[in-house]
T-cell receptor, first 117, second 115 residues
């Protein structure tokens, strides 16, 4: 079974340009998460989809970031216009819903390394 | 403020030796605590998950402990191998209704195992 995949693996763009990151979750996983790790910092939550709906977008840094998950399958994260501080590694994760106390195990993709020059 | 702190920041050990990584957290409402291994250029991979009532969990040479009273956890690696070189991330899950969990990440401990 394929894991979570992300595209591209690396992206180098100039300040002011637009970049779109894509995440394909594990088939059948309704939950999809976006995270970001900026240089030297811990991974931080950006937002969470349940199917095509945004469950929690409290971690989105500002309105230059737009996430979509049309049809509840793959998701895109667009940064427009990109700023220098947007550089980092963007991770996507997916999980099945779980009602147990253990919560839902999240499976991570390899990440997209974004460099804004 | 929800926070997860890890120590040490980095660690170098010789192959075959044991080591213990530490994690302290202040997260509410607590749901579970996870340890992830992240190899360079890869996404984090789950090693263990412990709920409030579990105080130890093993996965091969990895053993995690949890003290929910003191809000501390440790990850012990036995008989280290070169392939254990990676970042180890402590992640605490804040649980909300409907089975939704929000993950709070520590900054990780970077482990290097030398021959």
């Amino acid at each position: 079974e394929a894991g979570v995949t992300q595209f591209p693996s690396h992206s180098v763009i100039e300040k002011g340009q637009t970049v779109t990151l894509r995440c394909d979750p594990i088939s059948g996983h309704d939950n999809l998460y976006w995270y970001r790790r900026v240089m030297g910092k811990e991974i931080k939550f950006l937002l969470h989809f349940v199917k095509e709906s945004k469950q929690d977008e409290s971690g989105m840094p500002n309105n230059r970031f737009l996430a979509e998950r049309t049809g509840g399958t793959y998701s895109t994260l667009k940064v427009q216009p990109a700023e220098l501080e947007d550089s980092g590694v963007y991770f996507c994760a997916s999980s099945q819903a779980s009602l147990s106390g253990r919560g839902n195990e999240q499976f991570f993709g390899p990440g997209t390394r974004l460099t804004v020059l | 403020k929800n926070q997860v702190e890890q120590s040490p920041q980095s660690l170098i050990i010789l192959e075959g030796k044991n080591c213990t990584l530490q994690c302290n957290y202040t997260v509410s409402p607590f749901s579970n605590l996870r340890w992830y291994k992240q190899d360079t250029g890869r996404g984090p991979v789950s090693l263990t998950i412990m709920t409030f009532s579990e105080n130890t969990k093993s996965n091969g040479r990895y053993t995690a402990t949890l003290d929910a009273d003191t809000k501390q956890s440790s990850l012990h690696i036995t008989a280290s191998q070169l392939s254990d070189s990676a970042s180890y991330i402590c992640v605490v899950s804040a649980g909300f209704s409907g089975g939704y969990n929000k993950l709070i990440f520590g900054a990780g401990t970077r482990l290097a195992v030398h021959p």
